[in-house]
């Protein structure tokens, strides 16, 4: 619910009716999270609104909305007035605002739980929340379990279809009853799972439990040596990992005794500090006073190294086109652990960014996902690209050199990168920022690689160079503008798309094939939704009989992104179907953004990116509207 909470330019978009699923303390919280935050939301729309059609009118406002958007903007205008209408009537009564009412007659905000009121965790392990959350307006509504979400005309969820369910012989089981309540926003708080994805990617390094959910659990006892040996115990800190007198401990949700809530996982570090003392107690006993002083200048020494290596700080930023820029930071940690295809959470801190005229609203981005570029490891250098399309990312455009940022990761898996085959790379726009350092390691690997390199148009071609020398062969292709005068005497250029690029080339029009389409053992597509979806239909279609049979086809799938910790928060779910059977699964993009372009589900992505585009639309004007006022300056 910390996004709730965001001050600036947040892009977050709810519509009630407000569904919240679950009956832990997460879903009472977001469930009142919701209930106060819609009428900020609303309120704040509206006065966005109005400055910005006083300043540059109001049609110049809804230019950008389509008639779908439209819509929406106005029921938020409708609802925010009606929110400016009840403070006022408030302040006349002199009395506190009754907005509880305001937001009921809209919808409303309700939990949902398969079982009773009495047997939520909620309930039983602080009712005083669902007293509260009862005394807000909030309706709780038993025995429901979701079994289908209904879109409307849109492919906005509509309402949601719940199975009652019944409790017979002490099981809840589903009746032949189904209920359907009006939902426009579904947020789903049905616990959490433990993080185990390290022993996913690096299998071997921990032992799970019998049900392979958890960590297994260990105590460190005295091996009766002076050191210290694992020994199982249910109520232990440890892990299974011990190397070199080296152990791992874990707390909170990811240990079973302590995962729900967060009062638990608190407890957890206040009882597991002790564990980790005693494997020092040997040491601590041996200290001598006389020693603190170089103790403290080893401390201090110690600090100034982890400040400068997990402190990042921009080196530079510069622009590449018209709407994409080039962020260096240094980040030693972050540059030594990369990998071609990985990407980094990038943010700037609220105490340094810059502030509009009235000093009032910083301007602050939200954490956003970057691929790494290159990285220099021996400098501790790594680069980041940005395309201006978002809030934030082009707020990027205005870091500063020496500015503070919090760059996380890397995150994401790194791209496979097979050995001594033919490889098709497919990049449009930001993409191609993307791709030259994976056909860099492709290349290293001994693969042939040739790189199909599309632009709206030519001027928008960055980082030429390193294109050309980590490829065999590139065809440069561009919508419209200036042509890309090819630079070697393999590489062409195209007007048009990339998949007509890709028939021309097969065809012989663009001078010899280095790497023929029929011989194409892997492609790597990463670019806009649009174009991989294109790519994707072309497979089956046009260029269906100019491609090797069993050929693997990747697409890199940039869906929302959070907290892009690895199947931590699921904003990044990217639904699938298998083309084989029809069946639905969903992948945790922040986890594996590489992703078979034959299961990826296209328009669903789609949908999602659009999902919040009245808010992110209505922001983007405000940015604009910040910076008429104040001299901040633009790379």
């Not at 691929?371 to 250098?381: C, K, N, Q, S």
């Not at 100019?546 to 910790?565: D, E, F, T, Y």
Request: aromatic fraction near 8%.
């Amino acid at each position: 619910t910390g996004a709730f909470k965001r001050q600036a330019l947040p892009n977050l978009q709810v519509r009630l009716p407000a569904v919240v699923i679950g009956g832990g303390l997460t879903a009472t919280d977001t469930a009142t999270e919701l209930m106060a935050y819609y009428p900020v939301q609303v309120e704040k729309v509206l006065d966005r609104y109005e400055a910005l059609a006083a300043e540059v009118g109001e049609e110049r406002v809804r230019a950008t909305y389509d008639a779908e958007e439209q819509w929406e903007l106005d029921e938020f205008l409708s609802h925010g007035r009606a929110v400016r209408a009840e403070r006022a009537r408030a302040a006349r009564a002199g009395e506190a605002p009754d907005f509880v009412k305001l937001v009921r007659e809209w919808g409303g905000v309700s939990m949902v739980y398969r079982k009773r009121m009495v047997d939520s965790p909620a309930y039983r392990l602080n009712h005083e929340e669902i007293v509260k959350a009862l005394e807000e307006g909030i309706a709780f509504t038993e025995n429901l379990n979701p079994i289908e979400a209904v879109p409307d005309r849109d492919g906005h969820v509509a309402s949601v279809i719940f199975r009652r369910q019944a409790l017979v012989d002490g099981k809840w089981i589903d009746t032949d009853e189904t209920v359907e309540l009006p939902a426009r926003t579904v947020l789903v708080a049905a616990g959490t799972s433990p993080n185990v994805t390290y022993e996913k990617e690096y299998e071997g390094t921990f032992n799970l439990d019998s049900r392979q959910k958890f960590f297994k659990q260990f105590d460190a006892v005295d091996d009766g040596t002076g050191g210290f040996a694992l020994k199982p115990d249910p109520g232990g800190f440890f892990t299974s990992y011990t190397r070199a007198g080296r152990f791992i401990t874990y707390y909170g949700d990811n240990h079973p005794r302590y995962n729900g809530n967060v009062v638990k996982a608190m407890a957890s570090a206040k009882h597991g500090y002790r564990h980790v003392v005693k494997l020092f107690a040997h040491e601590l006993a041996a200290l001598e006073p006389a020693d603190q002083v170089e103790r403290d200048r080893a401390w201090q020494r110690l600090v100034k190294q982890l400040d400068e290596e997990l402190l990042a700080k921009v080196v530079r930023v510069e622009r590449l086109t018209e709407t994409i820029v080039e962020v260096v930071v240094h980040a030693p940690a972050a540059a030594r652990h990369f990998h071609p295809g990985q990407f980094y959470r990038l943010q700037n801190f609220e105490s340094g960014a810059l502030r509009d005229a009235s000093a009032t609203t910083p301007l602050l981005m939200e954490g956003i996902a970057l691929t790494g570029a290159w990285v220099d490891r021996e400098r501790g250098l790594l680069s980041l690209i940005a395309l201006e399309l978002g809030v934030s990312s082009r707020l990027c455009a205005y870091l500063r050199q020496g500015e503070p940022v919090v760059v996380m990761g890397p995150t994401g898996t790194p791209t496979e990168i097979p050995e001594h085959q033919n490889v098709l790379l497919l990049g449009g726009g930001l993409g191609n920022a993307v791709l030259f350092s994976i056909a860099k390691a492709l290349r290293e690997r001994g693969n042939k690689v040739i790189y199909f390199a599309g632009y709206k148009k030519g001027e928008d071609l960055f980082k030429r160079e390193e294109i050309e020398a980590s490829t065999d062969q590139v065809i440069w292709s561009t919508d419209m503008g200036a042509s890309i005068a090819p630079a070697r005497p393999q590489d062409h250029h195209f007007r048009g798309n990339i998949v007509q690029a890709m028939l021309a080339y097969h065809a012989g029009e663009l001078g010899e094939a280095l790497v023929p389409l029929p011989t194409v053992d892997r492609i790597i597509a990463i670019g806009s939704d649009r174009m991989m979806a294109a790519v994707k239909a072309a497979r089956h279609g046009v260029l269906a009989p100019h491609l090797k049979k069993g050929h693997v086809s990747i697409a890199s799938i940039n869906s929302p992104m959070q907290c892009m910790m690895k199947e931590i928060c699921a904003q990044c779910l990217q639904k699938h179907i298998d083309p084989e059977t029809g069946k639905e699964f969903f992948v945790f993009s922040c986890f594996n953004q590489d992703q078979l372009m034959d299961q990826v589900d296209f328009p669903n992505l789609a949908a999602r990116l659009r999902q919040n585009t009245v808010e992110e639309k209505l922001s983007a004007q405000w940015l604009e509207h910040l910076l008429r006022e104040t001299d901040a300056a633009r790379v």
